[in-house]
């Protein structure tokens, strides 16, 4: 039986006491002062979330840099994220910080039986309420990637829902073409 996320929220915790946690194998995020402990990842998650950063790194304009799990990104005071994989401005990262201060220009979010509730309700509803421009669902299970970007009125809609062979090509933060089954080939 696969481990599930474990909100705990009877306390309104700070990232100095996040950061104070024991090293575990768990990642620890900061959702609204909550903090959520979530199992490592099954291998499948991994797998398609390697795949992907290779597919985005070799697309990505030299301006911008792709990223893996773990770097936190500090949404805000009360709000800590570790997305699987970010793009983000070269000249967004501050070199006395140890995480990324600013909004990422696309998130995605790997998909797994333990985070998948965090994922797609807390975490969307976080990048979306932060301005994060795009945000991409990858479910590993089902071979879908599901992006969302920003409207005019700062919410999230739909732009992209692809299964299996179906190719997407996404035009924020830079062009690249994904197909969900290549990701896990």
Do not use: N
């Amino acid at each position: 039986m696969e481990a599930m996320a474990l909100v705990i929220d009877d306390h309104v915790w700070t990232r100095e006491e996040r950061d104070a946690l024991p090293a575990d194998g768990s990642r620890h995020e900061l959702i609204d002062g909550a903090l959520v402990v979530t199992p490592a990842p099954h291998w499948r998650h991994e797998w398609a979330s390697t795949e992907l950063y290779d597919v985005l790194r070799l697309a990505c304009p030299d301006e911008l840099k792709v990223f893996t799990a773990p770097l936190d990104v500090t949404l805000a005071v009360d709000t800590v994220v570790e997305p699987d994989l970010l793009v983000a401005r070269r000249t967004d990262f501050d070199p006395g910080r140890y995480d990324l201060a600013v909004v990422p220009l696309l998130v995605v979010e790997v998909l797994s039986p333990s985070t998948r509730g965090v994922d797609q309700v807390l975490k969307l509803r976080c990048y979306e309420q932060a301005g994060t421009p795009s945000c991409w669902l990858v479910d590993p299970d089902t071979a879908t990637l599901t992006a969302y970007e920003l409207d005019s009125d700062g919410h999230y809609q739909s732009v992209a829902e692809v299964t299996g062979d179906e190719a997407w090509t996404a035009t924020q933060p830079f062009l690249v073409t994904i197909r969900p089954a290549d990701l896990l080939a």
